[in-house]
């Protein structure tokens, strides 16, 4: 079955550090585009990191210098490393499977059920 | 960056109504749009692609339109199971994408 499953959120306190871990199934995330999108309580949706098939990354401003994207090919595991974490990050945090090309455009086909972050003291 | 306007933000509606969510770009994004779908605690699911291309397994009652700056999704004979909160998505500027506020869909 072709599926993404993430882990490792939970209660951190402001300024503490986490690591988000997304494991895929039925597909090889170093041949994909990878995003983590994170969505506030009662909020919309914002991509905060993405990493290449070729593995260059991409962070959004407000995580840029504090999260950092990888991923294990052997594992077929992207992970986040979440420092200096802010109650501004307090999120569901989906990883989720980028599709399209330069004709249909960037859009993401596959998502996991995420995995909450709570920053708070 | 490029901002999503969604509108409305809520819409009431009954089992067999046609809706229609509008999308609007503050600049031109040509046809990437994607439109998604999200029931309450569950991730978003993509509908519609390259801005009204059906993604494979998604029911035809689901349309979308238009071009350059201004969208619609389009829902006919509205279901019971489609009763969620509806989001936009420009992939021009990937990977700096953004969302529209979402749109939810609430039963009258």
């Known amino acids: 079955e072709v599926q993404l499953v993430e882990s490792g959120g939970g209660l951190i306190q402001p300024g503490g550090s986490l690591i988000l871990s997304c494991a895929a199934s039925?597909?090889?995330?170093?041949?994909?585009?990878m995003n983590w999108v994170r969505q506030a309580p009662g909020k919309g949706l914002e991509c905060v990191s993405l990493i290449y098939s070729d593995g260059t990354t991409y962070y959004a401003d407000s995580v840029k210098g504090r999260f950092t994207i990888s991923r294990d090919n052997s594992k077929n595991t992207v992970y986040l490393q979440m420092n200096s974490l802010r109650a501004e990050d307090t999120a569901v945090y989906y990883c989720a499977r980028v599709a399209g090309d330069y004709t249909d455009g960037w859009y993401f086909d596959l998502w996991g059920r995420g995995t909450l972050v709570t920053v708070s003291s | 960056d490029i901002q999503m306007t969604q509108s409305p933000s809520s819409v009431s509606a009954s089992v067999g109504d046609t809706v229609t969510i509008t999308c609007r770009a503050s600049?031109?994004?040509?046809?990437?749009l994607a439109w998604y779908q999200q029931k309450p605690g569950k991730a978003p699911k993509v509908l519609i692609y390259?801005?009204?291309s059906l993604q494979s397994g998604v029911p035809t009652r689901f349309s979308g339109s238009g071009s350059v700056t201004d969208f619609t999704l389009t829902i006919s004979s509205l279901q019971p199971e489609d009763f969620a909160t509806y989001y936009c998505q420009q992939g021009n500027t990937f990977p700096r994408t953004s969302f529209g506020g979402g749109t939810k869909v609430e039963i009258k």
């Open positions: 039925g597909f090889t995330v170093s041949s994909n585009f």
């Open positions: 390259s801005a009204s």
């Open positions: 600049q031109g994004i040509s046809n990437w």
